[in-house]
């Protein structure tokens, strides 16, 4: 009994010493445990019905209406009309409404990377590069797999590169990928 009391202690002073491990570009995944803890007190609707979710969220991007988001009771168009909104106001703050939605095998989305997308939507909207360096390369899943999220760096620094025809903007591609080719080469198409 001690023994296990022990290994307790133990576990919780390691985890205190991760907390105040954490770097800036984790405190996300911090935030995403929060949003993890508010999705489970949040009770979904039983009913999944796609056409009303669809129409709502027709309606929300038509009348740019955050607050019609949460309207639509299909989970995938909740996050969806978040990054439309990010995306047509220009506003990366709107993705941080991207939160863990309840689907229909009663898991839940990947919300961090739509999240994740979200913010290089939006920087590549307003071709904001520094936006693009807010993106972090990874991030520790709900089941503690490290997923490596560097490629959404690395299309919106390509995808800005392409748009503003500012091959400059490459060299911040670190990893030797299809997106620092594609950037270099200054056309989509070319592989």
Known sequence: MQNKKNKIIVL???????IGCVKEEDKRYLQSLKDLEEFRKVTMPERWDYEESAKTYDDAIE??????????????????????????????????????????????NDFQTERINCYAEVAISTNAQDMCEQIPNNYINLINNTIDTSSYKDFCYTKISINTNDKSICEKIHNETRYKRICLSGDWNHE
């Open 12 to 18: 919780l002073i390691l985890i205190i010493f991760l």
């Open 63 to 108: 009348e740019n209406d955050v607050k019609k988001c949460e309207d639509t009771f299909y989970p995938y168009y909740i996050n969806k009309c978040y990054l439309g909104l990010a995306v047509k106001n220009k506003n990366f703050n709107i993705c941080e409404n991207i939160k863990p939605r309840k689907v229909q095998d009663g898991g839940i």
